[in-house]
């Protein structure tokens, strides 16, 4: 898996979310659950993953879309 979005902000995970899963391109969300360390305050980026051989037809679906990848 390789990584291909980190966000703070949600609604950009819901949307990539979105966007992938309508192109048929499974994702696997990481650091979901990290607010319970950073107290709900949102410093702790979340992060999309993808496979290995989806990640050039998901970074072009991110850069279309003019998706900041937060790297």
């Given at each position: 898996?390789i990584?291909l979005?980190r966000?703070?902000?949600?609604?950009?995970i819901?949307?990539?979310?979105?966007?992938?899963d309508g192109?048929?391109?499974?994702?696997?969300?990481?650091?979901v659950?990290?607010?319970?360390?950073?107290g709900?305050?949102?410093i702790?980026?979340r992060?999309l993953m993808?496979?290995d051989?989806?990640y050039?037809?998901?970074?072009?679906?991110?850069?279309?879309?003019d998706i900041?990848l937060g790297?």
């Open positions: 898996m990584e979005l966000t703070n902000d949600p609604t950009i819901a949307f990539a979310n979105a966007l992938l192109e048929g391109i499974e994702v696997f969300e990481l650091d659950n990290m607010s319970i360390l950073d709900s305050i949102g702790l980026p992060r993808v496979r051989g989806d050039d037809q998901a970074l072009r679906v991110m850069t279309d879309n900041d790297y």
